[in-house]
């Protein structure tokens, strides 16, 4: 499945829309990971379960935007666009994908 943020591609033609496709994704994060992001605060540097726990969440909010692009009967999905939100005290990570399922030929 070709995903992208552009309306089009660039050696294809969009012959068919299916309609709007999105896949959300809700994440808690666990105690030691919100520890360690509390801890990295205070002293600086990154803080690399929050960053993995952002990585792996993007990935299945738009692995599971794809399934149902293909359930709708596309090949690929154009305009893509992913939003992240902190939800309850800030323990809750929601990641969507978003875009506009269609049908591409190759030129």
Not at 51 to 54: A, D, H, K, N, T
Not at 78 to 91: A, H
């Given at each position: 499945m070709i995903c992208v943020t552009t309306p089009t591609l660039e050696n294809g033609e969009i012959v068919e829309y299916?309609?709007?496709?999105?896949?959300e994704?809700?994440?808690?994060?666990?105690?030691?990971?919100d520890f360690g992001a509390s801890f990295r605060n205070i002293v600086g540097g990154r803080s690399a379960g929050y960053?993995?726990?952002?990585i792996k969440?993007?990935?299945d909010a738009l692995a599971e935007m794809e399934m149902r692009a293909q359930q709708m009967g596309a090949n690929a999905v154009?305009?893509?666009?992913?939003?992240?939100?902190?939800?309850?005290?800030?323990?809750m990570l929601m990641?969507?994908?978003?875009g506009t399922a269609v049908v591409v030929r190759n030129k």
């Open positions: 299916k309609g709007i496709v999105t896949g994704v809700i994440n808690g994060i666990n105690f030691i990971k960053e993995e726990e952002l969440s993007r990935m154009v305009g893509v666009d992913i939003d992240y939100e902190v939800l309850g005290q800030g323990n990641v969507s994908a978003s």
